[in-house]
């Protein structure tokens, strides 16, 4: 087992070492107790974000949306840039990005992990190199939507933006679309987490847009982030990326699985964690957190006094024992000292698997309901917890005989259906790490991007609001 500690220190002697190297290297990203959202998920409240208008049909999991084309390491060089100023890129980088349009985000199907052991010296060798890209003035904005036919200024435009970080592309000049210059736009949007669609619109455009700046600052803060994270590697483990909205099942350092997954709202952030996965429960309960019942449901009670009735949730007291609803003052504090659950079933907010993960946050993986949510881009909806579509499945391979009793994806599926709850132990924990990183470089070089939703990365030593 590999187990990595990263202090501050590591990183201050390291990047020393790297400035040394980078000319001749590739690149290639408050506590509190938190819960599951009730089935129905809130909507994100800052326009700037513009979720889709409408969902696509749930993608099956782990089946991926898009096929990833071979990608090129990034190059130390830029091209010939056109330098921006300090108040022009800082302006750039406090705005927040509107959100891709429907159906443009896609899950990878590269096998490689967003999180191995190396990805913090990675990813720092990464930030000096487009510190040099910053310093020598960044890259050109494309500023117009283009596709294949496309001819012009604006064509070398691009395949300067572009070659900035590919060094494949050699003929930046060159005022023709070819066939090269679309493979070099499907890398790029490979590395961003965009569908491949060899066009330069919608969230291409705007991805491609992002000051140079800004990207040095994502990889320097997620290397930053990742100086806290003390991990065991195991030949399995689970990582999920909160900005990528994504879970990844790693067997022996190669992805075995993705999912897609709904992460925390702008208000309930899901947490950087690290924990272990010891246990697999069928068609659980849900205990629902203090917050929700004096936030959401004291609310809803005082309008509908049938809500919990029909939500299947019953009120117990301080000895476990039944309470009527009609009973409680959900007008005052009280209405919080009292547990709320809720039965197992098709409603359940949780759905139909829960993946215990015992850690200080009280957060976990697991089911939902709302199934449809998967289908949208935007996927950050829930109080905290992270949702993983195709759960069952991810259950199933937890429990393949490898870490847990064997129990297959019809096994489980069976016991579903019977309404029966279990709660099946794992014999051999596995390790799981929920990370924020915007922006990270892999074992091979490549360096990809996630839009900094939470705004947690530092922009100019203030973080973004």
């Known amino acids: 087992m590999k187990r990595i500690s990263w202090s501050c220190s590591v990183r201050f002697l390291l990047g020393a070492m790297l400035t040394i190297v980078a000319m001749d290297a590739p690149l ?107 310093d020598l003035g960044g890259w050109p904005v494309v500023g117009v939507s283009l596709r294949p036919g496309a001819k012009g200024t604006a064509v070398s435009t691009l395949r300067r933006r572009l070659a900035a970080e590919d060094d494949s592309i050699v003929d930046t000049a060159k005022q023709k679309w070819d066939a090269d210059l679309t493979a070099a736009v499907k890398r790029f949007q490979f590395r961003m987490g965009l569908k491949q669609t060899g066009v330069v619109a919608g969230a291409t455009l705007r991805e491609l847009d992002v000051p140079a700046e800004v990207r040095f600052h994502q990889l320097e803060s997620s290397a930053r982030r990742l100086t806290a994270l003390d991990f065991a590697f195991g030949p399995r483990y689970i990582v999920v990326n909160i900005p990528s909205t994504a879970v990844d099942a790693v067997e022996n350092d190669r992805v075995v699985r993705r999912y897609a997954a709904i992460v925390g709202d702008l208000e309930h952030h899901s947490p ?15 205990t629902v957190p203090v917050s929700i019942i004096k936030n959401e449901i004291a609310p809803k009670m005082l309008k509908d006094p049938t809500y919990l009735q029909r939500s299947h949730i019953r009120v117990l007291n301080a000895h476990g024992a039944e309470v009527d609803p009609r009973s409680v ?137």
């Open 28 to 134: 290639a990203a408050p506590k509190a107790s938190r819960d599951s959202a009730p089935a129905t998920a809130q909507s994100p409240p800052a326009p700037a974000q513009s979720p889709p208008a409408a969902a696509s049909p749930p993608m099956s999991a782990p089946t991926e949306a898009a096929p990833a084309s071979p990608a090129a390491p990034v190059s130390a060089a830029p091209a010939t840039a056109q330098p921006t100023s300090p108040a022009t890129t800082q302006a750039a980088a406090r705005k927040p990005k509107p959100k891709p349009a429907p159906h443009e985000m896609a899950l990878s199907d590269d096998p490689t992990p967003a999180l191995q052991p190396q990805t913090f010296f990675t990813t720092s060798k990464a930030a000096d190199r487009y510190r040099q890209i910053v």
């Open 272 to 286: 950087e964690v690290q924990a272990k996965v010891g246990a697999v429960d069928i068609n659980p309960t849900w």
């Open 329 to 465: 003052d959900w007008a005052s504090e009280r209405a919080t000292h009292y547990t709320l659950r809720q039965d197992s079933g098709a409603d359940n907010s949780l759905g139909s698997i829960r993946i215990s993960m015992p850690n200080p946050y009280s957060v976990y993986m697991h089911d939902t309901p709302s199934r449809n949510l998967f289908a949208n881009d935007y996927r950050f909806l829930s109080h905290g917890c992270v949702r993983v579509q195709g759960v069952v499945d991810l259950a199933a391979w937890l429990l393949d005989g490898e870490s847990g009793p064997q129990m297959s994806k019809d096994e489980i599926t069976k016991k579903i259906a019977s309404g029966e709850r279990e709660e099946v132990k794992l014999t051999h924990h596995v390790p799981v790490a929920w990370v924020y990183m915007t922006g990270w470089a892999s074992a091979d070089g490549m360096v990809h991007f996630r839009d900094d939703v939470y705004g947690l990365d530092e922009i100019g030593g203030i973080a973004e609001q």
